[in-house]
């Protein structure tokens, strides 16, 4: 405004006066312009390195598990982007399986309705995008936080997938068809992989790499776990984790 007030006074009528008056708001112009863009558009991209790949292998009705994904995973993946940690999860745990006809039948520690629950979550899983399964499946594992972890609610559970964006009729033409069969037994194989065989629910590896030691960071303080794995790997630390 004082600008444009000295341009509209008299004085302007000098064309010495006028033409000092534009140079000098050309050039306040020119440094502001200046410094907004080397601050914002030219600012460097945060640097990343390679994410740390985590396993988790659990049962949907286990305790244990729904503690560890409603206290120390969820918070942890909510607060660092995939690009720090990307989160493969295995449901089934101590789950077996043996061919009866042409499908696979399931043996679960927590019995059938587990396995049903395993079947739904591992559809959950397959059949949607990364980030709206991880929303679905820990909703429903909320749900199971002070209720009766021996049953299931299935209209929440519906609901839960709803309000993240996931597909129910999909979901549930895979749970209760061969699709879904198939998508457990992927899992009972993934469980049996291990070496040595898990001997606790959750198990959760970093980096393909299991120990007493992971297991009892993981349960602890999973995010210090992620962000000190990061660390060592990338030789410099992720923003979110300072």
């Given at each position: ?93 101590k789950c077996s399986d043996d061919k009866i006809g ?5 043996t679960c520690q927590h019995g059938e309705t587990e ?117 060592t790997m990338n030789e410099s630390a992720a923003p979110?984790?300072?």
């Open positions: 405004m004082r600008l444009l007030s000295l341009l509209a006074s008299p004085n302007c009528h000098k064309a010495s006066v006028c033409a000092a008056i534009v140079i000098f708001t050309i050039g306040l112009l020119y440094n502001i312009l200046k410094d907004y863009r080397r601050e914002t558009i030219l600012a460097p991209p945060v640097r990343r390195g390679k994410p740390v790949k985590v396993n988790v292998y659990y049962e949907t009705l286990c305790p244990d598990s729904i503690s560890f994904i409603n206290y120390q995973l969820w918070p942890t993946f909510q607060s660092l982007p995939r690009e720090v940690m990307d989160v493969y999860m295995i449901p089934c745990g042409d499908k696979w039948d399931f396995c049903q629950g395993n079947i739904e979550q591992t559809c959950i899983l397959q059949r949607s995008i990364y980030s709206r399964s991880m929303d679905a499946v820990q909703c429903i594992m909320k749900l199971r936080v002070n209720h009766d972890t021996n049953g299931r609610n299935p209209a929440d559970e519906r609901q839960c997938m709803k309000d993240a964006g996931v597909d129910v009729a999909e979901v549930e033409g895979c749970s209760g068809g061969v699709a879904g069969n198939e998508y457990e037994h992927e899992m009972v194989l993934e469980t049996h992989k291990l070496r040595p065989r898990l001997d606790f629910v959750p198990w959760i590896t970093v980096n393909g790499d299991e120990s007493d030691d992971i297991q009892t960071a993981a349960l602890h303080d999973f995010k210090k776990l992620i962000c000190k794995t990061y660390l979110e984790c300072n």
